[in-house]
């Protein structure tokens, strides 16, 4: 089956920051990377044995893989990549797009967004706003239907940008559904696609409000990505049947048209192979139509304007 991957990442250096303040590499080309805390947490998988993912690395996992295209994104965890993301963009048009990033709660933020999507065009934005990596993080007082939010959706909307967010975990103070529908709602017009599944925690007595979430973003202008879902809701051990189940029912209630493969690269290889990663999506009681979609012609549609 063909395929596009919906949420990937590169890194030129990583320079994040969080709950826990700035996020730098430890220096020793070990991926490891050292919170302002004086936490340390593996970032970039031992596997590419540097501290950056750069866009060749990437192509070569896709070519690897089958992989025809692939949607760059950004999120505070590595730090912000605009002209990272940028620079791969123009070097390997037919292959990579991707989404820009901004703190709309920045005192300079007009002239940023005006930069990277009236000059350089970007056709896409995101909002991380988890806590551990995040905006809320940043700024724990953030609702997603404050003035700030609601008016950095409004430009978006009014650019016709594909407006992507990471409302982070499970029941975290981020994880603001009904503001997110409001915000959805009230920009018909606008396409929005929700990251990792709404991140499920995998938990029995979770899943009914998980559904309810579903259930209240299930709307015409609304698509999921489904990166990251077996890391979330670890342990599943293969055949993934746990995943496939989630697959499964977010596609009875969102429809299969609005799942959106994803393998959250690079950080997903420190526990599962790309291939891996496409079996999960094998693996799911589906129509073969449906996992085409899933893998392939979703994407396809929404960020490549195929018909």
């Not at 501290?51 to 760059?72: F, K, Y």
């Not at 940043?138 to 990471?166: C, F, K, W």
């Not at 969102?254 to 690269?265: E, H, I, S, V, W």
Request: hydrophobic share 40%; proline share 4%; net charge negative.
């Amino acid at each position: 089956m063909r395929i596009i991957d919906s949420h990937v990442h590169i890194v030129s250096t990583i320079a994040g920051t969080g709950e826990e303040g700035e996020l730098r590499a430890l220096g020793d080309g070990s991926g490891r990377a050292r919170y302002a805390t004086g936490s340390v947490i593996q970032l970039i998988p031992e596997c590419f044995g540097a501290d950056r993912v750069t866009a060749e690395d990437l192509i070569r996992e896709m070519d690897e893989n089958g992989v025809e295209r692939a949607v760059l994104l950004q999120g505070n965890y590595y730090g912000f990549q605009n002209l990272a993301t940028w620079d791969a963009m123009q070097r390997y048009p037919d292959r990579l797009t991707g989404a820009a990033m901004y703190d709309p709660y920045a005192a300079g933020m007009k002239r940023v967004r005006a930069h990277l999507f009236e000059e350089l065009s970007f056709k896409a934005v995101k909002f991380e706003l988890s806590i551990g990596s995040g905006l809320t993080g940043l700024h724990p007082a953030l609702r997603l239907n404050d003035e700030v939010m609601t008016e950095a959706i409004d430009y978006a909307a009014s650019l016709g940008q594909v407006i992507i967010l990471d409302i982070g975990k499970f029941s975290s103070p981020s994880w603001q559904v009904d503001a997110a529908r409001r915000l959805v709602t009230a920009h018909p017009e606008a396409c929005f696609v929700f990251c990792h599944l709404l991140a499920p925690n995998g938990r029995e007595e979770n899943e009914d409000q998980w559904q309810k979430a579903l259930e209240c973003l299930a709307l015409p202008n609304v698509w999921m990505d489904i990166s990251s879902l077996t890391h979330n809701i670890r342990p599943d051990p293969k055949p993934y049947r746990k995943t496939a189940a989630y697959l499964e029912k977010a596609a009875g209630i969102l429809g299969a048209d609005k799942l959106l493969f994803g393998t959250d690269y690079p950080s997903v290889l420190k526990e599962y192979s790309y291939e891996e990663c496409v079996n999960m999506v094998l693996a799911a009681r589906l129509p073969d139509k449906d996992k085409e979609d899933i893998l392939y012609g979703n994407a396809s549609r929404l960020f490549f304007g195929e018909k």
